[in-house]
């Protein structure tokens, strides 16, 4: 779960949009160049995110505080942890 604010932090894609028209990462308009070297042209090394979720300590794939099992559990957002759903009404299990 995200809350609407740190939804535009997810639309970042590494791989280019099949529909040019509308697509934000295309080659078109300076963007992305074809066939050049990439160990030339390379501006920062790519680090993956080595982050953990608060609750239950496992390894996250996005920045983000907590898993998405935990923030649904909790009723809070994955990546900055607001309150955006009251959970108090279902019936979770615990395991």
């Given amino acids: ?17 099949k ?6 990462n295309t080659t078109e308009g300076g963007g992305r160049k074809l066939n050049q070297n ?9 680090t993956p995110v080595n982050s953990k979720c608060k609750t ?9 505080k907590y898993c998405q099992g935990c923030a649904y559990a909790k009723g809070i957002c994955a990546m900055c942890g607001k309150q955006i759903l009251d959970v108090t009404g279902y019936k979770q299990s615990t395991a």
Avoid: Y
Wanted: glycine share 2%; proline share 2%.
């Fill in 1 to 17: 779960m995200v809350c609407q604010k740190c939804e535009n932090k997810l639309s970042k894609v590494i791989v280019p949009d």
């Fill in 19 to 24: 529909w040019k028209a509308g697509a934000r």
């Fill in 38 to 46: 990439k160990l030339l042209t390379k501006k920062k090394a790519w």
């Fill in 56 to 64: 239950c300590k496992a390894t996250l794939h996005q920045e983000a």
